[in-house]
């Protein structure tokens, strides 16, 4: 057993005379803003193409909070709609057809549907104390 203090941990995977994988891990400070990454940032106007938007809980240096667990609060405007959120807590009992979700070890999930009709979905994301985040995708005719 290793006594836990913050830092950082560095492990490297070696093969004879060289480095093959080398992956660090830093410990996160407090939560401080929230970071949106969408699948795909172009989505089909038809009605029922999806994208889906990963929303992380980083401290100040862009670092995930693995315990951060805080409420986050969407809203959506232009040729889309929110599918659904979920957050991987499989014991929750939180509704998937909202437009919130507490975070589960600093991660949760928003599903944005488009309209039939091109344009631009923006979503943005919420959560009191912390700095927010918005994301664009664009909805376009299919060809």
Partial sequence: RVPWEPGELKAIGKDPGKDLLEKTVKTAGEPSKLVLSADRDIIYADGSDLSFITVKITDANGIMVPNANNHVQFNIEGTGVIAGVDNGLQT????????????????????????????????????????????????????
């Fill in 92 to 143: 929750s009992h939180e509704p998937f057809k909202a437009d919130n979700r507490n975070a589960f070890n600093g991660l949760c999930l928003v599903v944005v549907q488009s309209l039939e009709k091109p344009g631009t979905i923006k979503l943005t994301a919420s959560s009191e104390g912390l700095e927010g985040a918005s994301i664009d995708i664009k909805v376009r005719s299919e060809e």
